[in-house]
């Protein structure tokens, strides 16, 4: 059987590189390992190979899954705080406008329940200056200017007297002190006005006392 190795030395000496011959069997037949197994030698190298650490690698990308998480886990909850924390300066804005509008509308609800009072009060006063004026005593004078004058700054304030006559009737702002048949009228109608009653805006401060025609 001819030897590798004069074969080696023949093609060195021939000037040709000399032919490697690998084993690529499974088993190695001097130790009876399997190749390729941990603590086995390399068949080519001859070294040692070293198993991959699996765990540790399992474990390393664990701890990075882990890491990524929390990041953003924590990035979930600033956002959290932050949408919590803008929730709760819009309710408080909320609160604060409908404070406000609730402060002005008492204001004005307040300023105009002034204003009634006042009216109220002046009331006896004007149905002084009509009996004065009915019996002629404010026709002329310096008392007839000061009538007029008043009138004119309670007009102002949004008193609007009731005492027109040859209206229909109407219980909100009339109080019927007599009835009288009339062939004339077709509906209750104010046929005379005793004492005029007044109003502010759609307020009945005092509803005018009349006499009414009713139809036969």
């Known amino acids: 059987m ?24 499974r088993i190695d037949p001097e130790t009876g390992q399997v190749r390729g197994a941990p603590g086995a030698a390399d068949p080519v190298s001859g070294e040692e190979v070293s198993p991959v650490d699996e765990a540790h690698d399992s474990g390393d990308a664990l701890a990075q899954a882990e890491q990524i998480l929390n990041e953003a886990s924590a990035g979930t909850q600033e956002q959290d705080l932050t949408a919590e924390l803008r929730n709760d300066l819009l309710r408080l804005q909320a609160e604060y406008v409908n404070y406000r509008k609730r402060v002005e509308r008492d204001r004005a609800v307040a300023g105009e329940l002034a204003v009634i009072g006042v009216l109220n009060g002046l009331l006896p006063v004007l149905d002084d200056i009509d009996a004065a004026r009915q019996a002629g ?18 007009t102002g304030y949004g008193l ?32 005379q006005v005793l004492r005029r009653g007044y109003r502010s805006g759609d307020r009945t401060l005092r509803p005018a006392q009349v006499i009414v025609a009713v139809p036969e």
């Open 160 to 191: 609007a007297p009731i005492g027109e006559t040859g209206v229909e009737f109407d219980p909100n702002i009339h109080e019927a002190l007599m009835q009288q048949p009339s062939a004339e009228v077709s509906v209750d109608t104010v046929q």
């Open 2 to 25: 001819p030897h590798h190795g004069n074969e080696e030395e023949h093609s060195a000496a021939a000037g040709q590189e000399p032919i490697e011959i690998r084993d690529n069997r």
């Open 137 to 154: 005593d404010l026709a002329e004078g310096p008392f007839a200017a000061i009538a007029t004058k008043l009138e004119t700054v309670l």
